[in-house]
């Protein structure tokens, strides 16, 4: 190995960064430097978005809903306030709407021009959610989109698509599976997924916890 | 502006694909260009609109082969570079090479939970009255700014119903050229499938979008 080794190229072994890694590197030093970003608020703002803030928040906001009525009735009539409730809110979902599924209509929210997506309570978004493939097809073609996903809606459910345009924020709130009766809130929220509350999925009673 | 970031109802990019278990990031990268964009939006040296306006500006080969914090690198530089805070030869180094420019204000790290808590609501107080009401037919004016806006080419000149009175909103287009804030009434409005795609739509299928009034005309 140390036959390899040239002295007059060290410096090319601490140049192990790809193009983009060392690109951001760069950035970073520079805006630390210039004292226009604190290091601190950078690792809580990935902190946050890693640990805190995902989609199990918006699962508590879809069991609750299932299981207390008047909540549900009042995150129909003001979801920012209602997740509120549940201390969610704040940036990327400043507006939220929640959007109910029925037996004869099934929502889906899409956001064609960017990635616009309600942090507080689903996350950062998936990459396929933010990827042209499903940004372009979502609006023309609803039902093969869900195809993409596996799932195939039952015959006469329409289907409405949400296109996030504005800062208003979606989250679907999917209609609680049969054979769930009884069950605690904590036990509901086990079985909302992600992509239940995009619309690309359904919940999966056999994902109880 | 007609970027390649108005994708609605484009063809060619074959299915979409779940991934498994998808990570949150992929790459150490893609959270520090994360967190760099939003420190750096913090500053309140640009609005959300002028950052997406940025990231559209990138042109449609790149946009469409870039990853998503690609494009937000790319955008991210840009605005740097416009509003004077580093020049090219800064981001080549990663040091600095120019005196900083006083930012507005520098985001600290206690006080990260609190103002992503806070986030930066957009609802204003209205100037005047709501134009439109809920049930109303309303038609979608044909534009095509270069500038930035939220009115995606699939649903210009169309026909729909608004369906919810929003609030009175920040209205992006002049907010991302760096004007003074304005604000205009927001609303919810749905087209069937069929006005948007014609005869190649599922007609058992609608789309709404949020639609700011000087978007709209009375159908």
Redesign the interface.
């Known amino acids: 190995m140390s036959g390899h080794h040239h002295h007059d190229h060290d410096h090319h072994h601490d140049n192990h960064f790809t193009p983009i890694e060392a690109r951001v590197k760069a950035l970073e030093s520079l805006l630390v430097a210039k004292g226009y970003v604190d290091p601190a608020a950078l690792d809580a703002i990935v902190e946050t978005y890693e640990t805190k803030v995902g989609p199990r928040n918006g699962a508590r906001v879809v069991a609750k809903a299932w299981t207390d009525p008047a909540f549900a009735e009042r995150l129909k009539a003001d979801g920012s306030a209602a997740v509120a409730e549940l201390g969610y809110g704040g940036r990327g979902g400043e507006h939220i709407v929640a959007c109910f599924n029925t037996p004869n209509e099934h929502n889906l929210i899409v956001c064609t021009l960017c990635s616009c997506y309600p942090w507080p309570v689903l996350g950062l978004p998936p990459v396929w959610y933010k990827s042209p493939p499903y940004r372009a097809k979502a609006v023309i073609d609803p039902r093969g989109t869900l195809a993409d996903f596996g799932v195939t809606l039952p015959e006469g459910q329409r289907i409405r698509v949400w296109d996030s345009t504005a800062e208003t924020r979606f989250i679907v709130i999917p209609m609680r599976p049969a054979g769930t009766e009884g069950w605690s809130e904590e036990k509901l929220a086990s079985i909302v997924n992600r992509d239940s509350m995009i619309g690309t999925g359904l919940p999966r009673v056999e994902d109880a916890l | 502006m007609n970027g390649g970031?108005?994708?609605?109802?484009?063809?060619g990019?074959?299915?979409?694909?779940?991934?498994p278990d998808?990570p949150?990031?992929?790459?150490?990268?893609e959270?520090?260009?994360?967190?760099?964009s939003?420190?750096?939006g913090?500053?309140g040296q640009w609005t959300?609109d002028e950052s997406?306006h940025a990231?559209?500006s990138i042109p449609p080969a790149d946009y469409?082969s870039f990853?998503?914090y690609?494009i937000w690198?790319a955008g991210?530089?840009n605005l740097?570079v416009t509003h004077g805070?580093?020049t090219p030869d800064?981001?080549?180094?990663?040091?600095?090479v120019t005196a900083?420019r006083p930012?507005k204000r520098?985001?600290?790290?206690?006080?990260?939970?609190a103002?992503?808590?806070?986030?930066?609501?957009?609802?204003r107080e209205a100037p005047a009255p709501a134009k439109f009401a809920v049930g109303d037919a309303v038609r979608t004016i044909v534009m095509h700014p270069t500038h930035h806006t939220?009115?995606?080419r699939?649903?210009r000149g169309k026909s729909g119903v608004i369906e919810?009175v929003?609030?009175c909103?920040?209205f992006?287009d002049t907010g991302s050229q760096g004007l003074p804030e304005t604000a205009q009434w927001?609303y919810?409005v749905?087209f069937t499938g069929p006005e948007?795609?014609g005869r190649?739509?599922?007609p058992?299928?609608?789309?709404?979008?949020?639609?700011?009034e000087s978007y709209l005309e009375p159908a």
């Open positions: 970031q108005d994708l609605g109802g484009q063809m990019f074959g299915p979409v694909r779940p991934e998808e949150i990031f992929h790459a150490e990268w959270k520090r260009v994360l967190a760099l939003v420190a750096a913090a500053m959300i997406r990231r559209e469409l990853s998503y690609q690198l991210l530089s740097l805070f580093v800064e981001l080549a180094l990663g040091e600095p900083p930012p520098v985001l600290k790290g206690a006080d990260v939970p103002v992503l808590r806070r986030g930066f609501p957009f609802e939220r009115l995606p699939y649903a919810r929003t609030g909103h920040v992006p927001l919810t749905v948007l795609w190649d739509a599922d058992t299928s609608s789309v709404s979008i949020e639609v700011w």
